[in-house]
């Protein structure tokens, strides 16, 4: 049993050395900005009172915040992992529990923290299709907007040992796998792992955990944005302006959701995306390929593959390692097996 089962992410933290530029990059991409005793906030639309955290500093990742369910569930956390709990000064009050992960990462627990009362929720336009006419003499009308980001719905890690960081997450909160990807058969690169919320529907993913070649790091965090059209609006919105956009529009294999990836000034990639699958606790874990990572249903291919990124070196030794590591494993098998 795990010591608690969150709710869900909270938020990411980053530190930046100009939070003018990390700001004008937030506000295009459809949060809403604030700064409180020297730090910048973005928010969504839920209530919630931040998601998005930078920091004056040098250019880093510096945390992911998991929303625990209860103060008591933060005080067997804190009893659990020889910690304090303490007070979050921050906006929303509330407790929070810091703890570091097997790769180093500050991983924030919080709970109690006060929903705000200005919501902006974004409605949802009837919409005609072949099965169903249900907007009848009214037109649809949109004007140049960025998206209108609603709530965080994921983070992913490079993690140096898959199966040591997934222990570890799962003991403390409580994550179910959604899906695990192999390289080859046994051989697991990481999961796609979701909240334990009984019969309550959780996304598809909240935390991926990658062990993949290169410097550790946040590889993105994702971010719900209104809808289809609103994502598009956001990705017309954001070259506009001309910032760096990292891949997309497409529809994900993993998680299903329609997604759009850019990259903040500082080289973080942050996603918007909408459409995205929920699963209870009741759904059985699955096991796919690589190849389903970086693959679409629909949309853009994966830079890598449209030939607009080299493969890096350290991916590059990856691959070719893991080649040489099949090979030995079909040798092994006798023949008419299949490994």
Known sequence: ??????????????????????????????????????????????????????????????????????????????????????????????????LTDPDGYRVEVIAGQAKQEDARPVADLPRNTAAEKSRLRQSVRFGASPAHVIRIGHAVLKVSDFRASEAWYKDRFGFLTSDEVEAATDVPLGAFMRCDRGDRPADHHTLFLAQLPGELGLLHAAFEVANLDDLMLGHQFLKSKKRIAAWGVGRHIMGSQIFDYWKDPFGNELEHWTDGDLFTAADPPQKMPMSALLAVQWGSPHPMFAGKMPPPPAFVAFVMALMIRMKRLFRRQPKGTLT
């Not at 990059?25 to 604030?34: A, P, T, V, Y």
């Not at 409180?36 to 930078?54: W, Y």
Request: aromatic share 8%; charged share 30%.
């Open 1 to 98: 049993m795990p010591v608690i089962k969150i709710e869900d992410i909270a938020h990411v933290r980053f530190s930046a050395p100009d939070l003018g530029a990390m700001r004008s990059f937030l506000e295009d991409f459809g949060m809403i900005c604030f700064e409180e005793n020297e730090k910048l906030f973005g928010k969504g639309r839920d209530g919630r009172p931040f998601l998005h955290v930078t920091e004056p500093g040098a250019a880093k990742f510096v945390a992911v915040g998991l929303r625990a369910a209860s103060v008591e569930d933060l005080e067997l956390l804190a009893a659990s992992q020889g910690k304090q709990v303490e007070d979050l000064d921050e906006p929303g009050g509330g407790k929070i529990v810091r």
